[in-house]
């Protein structure tokens, strides 16, 4: 009796584990409404990579070979806009400096210009991504990446980026102020307003419904 209890003790921890596991690779950010529907039972989640630095404005960098970095958008403002339809990217050769806008994204009518994570000079351009942007949705850290940058500044850079347990910190914050901010940004009409009723949840594809004005009130605070 005794050697069962045991075993099933450890079995309930073992569970409790993969469970905290399960959450600790990845966090609910917002609701999947199909297509002409409003069902926000399927979340989507954020992806948010170990080896990847990350810039307040919601663009990354990984260093691959020593001596370049791989550059894109995080996973966080690809889904806010809810997917790309082409994209503006600087020219091979020129150089790009921490913080600059640099990168655009376009979907429907919807338009925002992200900055670059470092400085440097740009290498080479993901020509798979600009010809077919989806990929930056399958997979942003990857398949996903947008350009290759020659580090000007790497030390430097790094330091005001986040990396690892920091980063997974900071993408939390940063939902919690995105759904604040939808919140006092959108009329709650539609799909909108029934998603972000239901437990405050803000809906994949959410900069579709701003106008405007609060359009560029979002880049400024979140992708600057």
């Known amino acids: ?16 584990d993969l469970i905290i596991q399960a959450r600790s690779r990845r966090y609910p950010i917002m609701g999947a409404v199909p297509e002409g529907g409003s069902n926000v039972h399927g979340k989507e989640t954020v992806r948010i990579p170990k080896s990847v630095f990350f810039h307040p404005g919601h663009t990354w960098a990984r260093l ?27 020219m091979v050769g020129e150089f790009v400096r921490q913080g600059d806008p640099v990168i655009t ?18 290498r080479a351009i993901n020509r798979d991504a600009v010809e077919n942007p989806s990929v930056v949705a399958e997979n942003p850290y990857r398949e996903g990446w947008l350009m290759m940058v020659e580090p000007a500044e790497l030390a430097a850079n790094l330091s005001l980026l986040r990396v690892a347990e920091s980063a997974v910190s900071w993408i939390k914050s940063e939902i919690k102020r995105f759904r604040e901010f939808l919140g006092s940004s959108i009329a709650q009409p539609a799909t909108v307003g029934e998603s972000m009723l239901d437990g405050g949840v803000p809906v994949s594809g959410a900069l579709e419904h701003l106008d405007e004005e609060h359009l560029q009130t979002f880049e400024e605070q979140f992708l600057r």
């Open 1 to 16: 009796m005794v050697a069962l209890f045991v075993i099933l003790f450890v079995a309930v921890l073992l569970a409790i």
């Open 105 to 122: 994204l376009h979907h429907g009518s919807r338009r925002v210009s992200l900055v670059a994570p470092a400085s440097g000079y740009v």
């Open 64 to 90: 691959q070979d020593g001596d370049q970095l791989e550059v894109g958008v995080d996973d966080f403002v690809q889904k806010a806009l809810g997917g790309i339809d082409s994209m503006q990217l600087p």
